[in-house]
């Protein structure tokens, strides 16, 4: 079974209800961060959980695509930092699974994660669907209440954490 942390991180990549229609913004203009780059294994929680892996690759100076989980379970996303209100963050797009591209209905699926590094560990925390909710339809109504939330504290939760995965 898997934990809390697991099922976090694959919330992330669109296993559960957090999914947006409309991106925050499509512009992507920041560079990418290197220091992110490469192959993470989830940190378990109680050491019985599998040890699933995620792959950051650079797509573009201001895109990567992430790879989660590797292995027959696989997805796809284009992801790109994004700065709504100075606030520093990453939009996620699924772009497929290890069956191909998304269906018709699938498409458009949006995500915002926050990260941070720090001690050699990836964090990311999701975008809180309870502050920002995820029926707003439109990247201008969901930058408003974005924007209107960027103080809160709880504006990225559950958090789930990675280590690098050395050769």
């Known amino acids: 079974m898997k934990s809390k942390t697991a099922l976090l991180i694959g919330a992330v990549l669109f296993f559960c209800g957090c999914e947006y229609e409309a991106p925050l913004t499509e512009d992507h203009t920041i560079p990418v961060d290197s220091s992110v780059l490469g192959l993470w294994e ?25 790879h989660y989980p590797v292995g027959e379970d696989a997805m796809y996303f284009r992801a790109y930092p994004i700065k709504p209100g100075g606030v520093s963050c ?3 797009q699924a772009i497929g699974t290890h ?9 458009n699926l949006y995500h915002v994660a926050s990260y941070r590094l720090e001690n050699e560990k990836l964090e990311i925390r999701l975008l809180n669907e309870e502050l920002v909710d995820d029926e707003l339809k439109t990247s201008e109504t969901l ?4 924007l209107k939330q960027r103080q809160n504290k709880k504006l990225f939760v559950n958090p789930g954490t990675f280590r690098r995965v050395e050769k």
């Open 143 to 146: 930058t408003h209440s974005f």
């Open 99 to 107: 069956e191909g591209p998304p269906s018709e209905g699938e498409k």
């Open 42 to 66: 989830i940190v378990p929680e109680d050491g019985n959980e599998k040890k699933e892996r995620m792959m950051i690759l650079k797509f573009s100076a201001t895109e990567y695509i992430i």
């Open 90 to 92: 990453v939009q996620l």
